[in-house]
């Protein structure tokens, strides 16, 4: 096996361990602390018909409320962990096609048999990605003309008290979660090589960043 399959297939085994028993009672706790996922949906802006994909989508919460919120949209999840998708599958049934991959490298035509995506999200799972820049790269890669990547993730958390900002830092670090306070930057310079435009909001406190990159309609 290659090493980058091996490192592949290591971290698919750590997200199971961490999601095996947590997938049970995931949705009920995130609610209170991964934040600005609405406000991300919300933004999407999908007309019908368009193409929907969830990078990391995790138990399909997301997936499950875009449908919801933009009907007729046609919808696609992946994720490392075969745990968080048996509940994605639950939670969307047949109303979008999943597979199981990694972010960093999913081909989507032989995952999905499609070329490229109208709109495509990532929520919070940047801060769980160890390659976390590849995996926004390889995102926006897959965008359709016209196509937006909008990502969710904890910010920098620096408008919190010092005692409550640490905590908070040590105990995500226990589920192998770290804040990406490089990410503006990063997705700047991807925006830069790639010809997108992005448009950044941080949230209350640093609390969580939220970043839109869209492309342009024809490819120049
Ligand atoms: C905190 S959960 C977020 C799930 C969902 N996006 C949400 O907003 O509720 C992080 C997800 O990222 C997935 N993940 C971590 N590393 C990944 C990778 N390299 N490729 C695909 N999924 C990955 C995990 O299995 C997990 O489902």
């Known amino acids: 096996m290659s090493t980058k399959a091996n490192a592949t297939g290591n971290h698919a085994a750590l997200m199971d361990s961490v999601y095996r028993g947590q997938r049970?009672?995931?949705?009920?706790?995130?609610?209170?602390?991964?934040?600005?996922?609405?406000?991300?949906?919300?933004?999407?802006d999908a007309r019908p018909g368009m193409r929907v994909l969830e990078v990391a989508c995790?138990?399909?919460?997301?997936?499950s409320k875009i449908g919801k919120k933009w009907p007729v949209v046609r919808l696609f999840g992946l994720d490392i962990s075969e745990e968080m998708l048996k509940n994605a599958r639950k939670a969307v049934g047949d109303g979008a096609k999943l597979g199981a991959?990694?972010?960093?490298?999913?081909?989507?035509q032989q995952m999905f048999d499609e070329e490229g995506f109208e709109r495509i999200v990532l929520s919070y799972s940047l801060s769980m990605?160890?390659?976390?820049?590849?995996?926004?790269?390889?995102?926006?890669?897959?965008l359709a003309p016209g196509g937006q990547l909008h990502v969710v993730d904890f910010g920098d958390l620096s408008g919190l008290p010092g005692p409550f900002e640490r905590m908070l830092h040590a105990w995500l670090?226990?589920?192998?979660?770290?804040?990406?306070s490089a990410l503006p930057s990063?997705?700047?310079?991807?925006?830069d090589e790639r010809g997108l435009c992005l448009t950044s909001t941080r949230g209350r406190?640093?609390?969580?960043?939220?970043?839109?990159l869209k492309a342009p309609t024809t490819s120049a």
């Open 205 to 212: 406190f640093g609390y969580f960043q939220l970043h839109v």
């Open 173 to 180: 670090a226990k589920f192998h979660v770290r804040t990406r």
């Open 58 to 63: 995790g138990t399909g919460r997301n997936l």
């Open 24 to 44: 049970h009672f995931y949705d009920l706790t995130r609610k209170y602390y991964l934040f600005g996922r609405d406000t991300l949906i919300d933004g999407l």
């Open 101 to 108: 991959g990694d972010a960093c490298s999913f081909d989507s």
């Open 186 to 191: 990063v997705a700047q310079q991807i925006a």
């Open 129 to 142: 990605i160890p390659d976390w820049e590849t995996a926004l790269d390889h995102a926006a890669a897959q």
